[in-house]
T-cell receptor, first 111, second 118 residues
Framework: NAGVTQTPKFRVLKTGQSMTLLCAQD?????MYWYRQDPGMGLRLIHY???????AKGEVPDGYNVSRLKKQNFLLGLESAAPSQTSVYFC??????????FGPGTRLTVT | GDSVTQMEGPVTLSEEAFLTINCTYT??????LFWYVQYPGEGLQLLLK?????DKGSNKGFEATYRKETTSFHLEKGSVQVSDSAVYFC?????????????????FGQGTILTVHP
């Protein structure tokens, strides 16, 4: 039982490049989330999904897109990366209960 | 909107010292409260939680009591160890309705870095 996994673990992008972060969970959870973590700001919700085929905006959605084509996967895309998107990205999942399970994170640097 | 405020860090303690990390919140509903811990290079792990007023959450020697009258959820441990060195996040979960369904929206504090020296 791997829980929540994220790929890649690290990535360096140039401004304007695009990339996709993959999150996978094996707990059959309905809900999945993408957060970013910046120093002194805690975690902020980017987008979330309440089920396969549905997504919604969180607190800081600009510059990101997401897709939930399969229940176990939640993809976060950056179409044109900017230095302001340098951050650590965490994926999480949960059942209808409140506890969220977090992945190990992806450290992204945009130069 | 909902918000969580944690005591400023970093906090540096000697082994076996007493730990308190203050956390206060504002919320419109009746939230559940959590402490998450993040060890170096890892994701967040749930440390403890409390779902209603006067509940006490506890785990690994850590405790926190849900105080509705003071809107607080302070984290305490009687004797810290070097292995407790980590970042601690206070968070609240409030039910949010969106598109006909609900989910528990987590709002985090800014995190408190704890370093424990031998």
């Amino acid at each position: 039982n791997a829980g929540v996994t994220q790929t890649p673990k690290f990535r360096v992008l140039k401004t304007g490049q695009s990339m996709t972060l993959l999150c996978a969970q094996d707990m059959n959870h309905e809900y999945m989330y993408w957060y970013r973590q910046d120093p002194g700001m805690g975690l902020r919700l980017i987008h979330y999904s309440v089920g396969e085929g549905t997504t919604a905006k969180g607190e800081v959605p600009d510059g990101y897109n997401v897709s939930r084509l399969k229940k176990q996967n939640f993809l976060l895309g950056l179409e044109s990366a900017a230095p302001s998107q340098t951050s650590v990205y965490f994926c999480a999942s949960s059942s209808r209960q409140e506890r969220q399970y977090f992945g190990p994170g992806t450290r992204l640097t945009v130069t | 909107g909902d918000s969580v405020t944690q005591m400023e860090g970093p906090v540096t303690l000697s082994e076996e010292a007493f730990l308190t990390i203050n956390c206060t919140y504002t919320a419109t509903g009746y939230p559940s409260l959590f402490w998450y811990v993040q060890y170096p290079g890892e994701g967040l792990q749930l440390l403890l939680k409390a779902t209603k007023a006067d509940d006490k959450g506890s785990n690994k020697g850590f405790e926190a009591t849900y105080r509705k009258e003071t809107t607080s959820f302070h984290l305490e441990k009687g004797s810290v160890q070097v292995s407790d060195s980590a970042v601690y996040f206070c968070a609240l979960s409030d039910k949010v309705w969106a598109g006909g369904t609900s989910y528990g929206k987590l709002t985090f504090g800014q995190g408190t870095i704890l370093t424990v020296h031998p």
